[in-house]
């Protein structure tokens, strides 16, 4: 059996391992120097998963793991892309006359987010030559396109002098391209969340982020103290190596299906029924009635997951906010069973890693990102994140499933220029 292998984070600053590789991987590759290095964090989410884009509340942190872009504005509206992934290969777009979808792969990401500045009347913003270098997984849940599309826009944000990274509220705009080009150029379907996290988190917080409609920067993101040494705790996060995709249908199925709910029950979204609940004064025979009101069971299963997902991240926070650790574990294991049970995201990887991180002790765990695949967190104690990561991986294994990888998540801060 394999040792399980817990991916390192890349060192940031000038003097960076992370920022020396992507210089050097775009002067090997262009034969020129780039203009400067930004990174940007892939994130992952404590609690509140397929809340944001129905208005909910979300609980992320980033990650210390980042995507390091080193990048060169030119004179003309080409793109060339190299990635430490396959850095024998250019990819290759042309922002005039760009329509969504237009660019395939990877590339699609970058690009769009040209494309969607673009598009958002920022028609200075011009081609460029960008190289990037990642240690944040790819395909484990953990926002490794959030990770590069946030960089990219905050790249371009700079080298344009478009004037909207250095504040939070400016951050939004930047946010909004990121988002439009992971949906409409991808095709990959995104709340928001991610880009949130990745533009928006600081070191030792999670960020309580409420997507609502019509907030402002200030109304939209509390900073939560998340400093899990004073507990005594890890947060370990393990990623399943199972296929994560969210661009093959199933997501985008999901939010549909919480679209049309919301509709038959007359109201924006489902953030609406969710406070309506919340304030009743008997909220299991509010949720019992709203769910009455839809004659579909899969729509019923999928607000039921959302109503009381969002209902989880606030005494999540409360409960962590007082040490109850018990109680916050309590709300990570039964926020994967609704996952797994009404909004049928997760797949046996997944389960199996969180039964067995909780026969391993843990206060709780769960599935975390769009599922199908991915990563699970478990809340473990101080020191035990390799005993567990290893139990999982026994179990894997004697399944003949693929030898699961981790890492130690520690809420850090988010993208920013490193030289």
Known sequence: METVEFVEAMTTGSQGCGTRLAQQLFRETFKYEAEGVWSSPGRVNVIGEHTDYNAGLCLPIALPHRTFLALRARQDDKVRLVSSFAPEQIELAELHGLQAGGVQGWAA???????????????????????FVSCVPVGSGLSSSAAMTCSTALALDDVYQLGYGSTDEGRLTLIDAAIRSENEMAGASTGGLDQSASMRCQSGHAIELDC????????????VPFDLLVHGLELLVLDTQAPHQLNDGQYAA?????????ATLGVDNLRVVADEVA??????????????????????KRVRHVITEIARVGQFIDAFGVGDIDRAGQLLDASHDSLRDDYEVTVPELDIAVDVARLQGAYGARMTGGGFGGSIIAL??????????????REFDRLGFRCPRALAAVASSSAEREV
């Open 279 to 300: 304030s009743a004064s008997d909220s299991q025979q509010a949720l019992d009635e709203v769910l009455g009101k839809l004659s579909d069971p899969t729509q019923r």
């Open 380 to 393: 473990v104690k101080k020191g035990q994140s390799q005993l567990v990561a290893q139990e999982v991986a």
């Open 109 to 131: 990401y970058p690009v769009g987010v040209a494309w969607a500045l673009r598009k958002a009347g920022f028609e200075q913003v011009g081609g460029f030559d960008a190289a």
């Open 254 to 262: 999901r939010r549909k299906s919480c679209e049309d709910a919301a």
């Open 212 to 223: 609502k409609p019509g907030l402002s920067a200030l109304q939209s993101v509390k900073q």
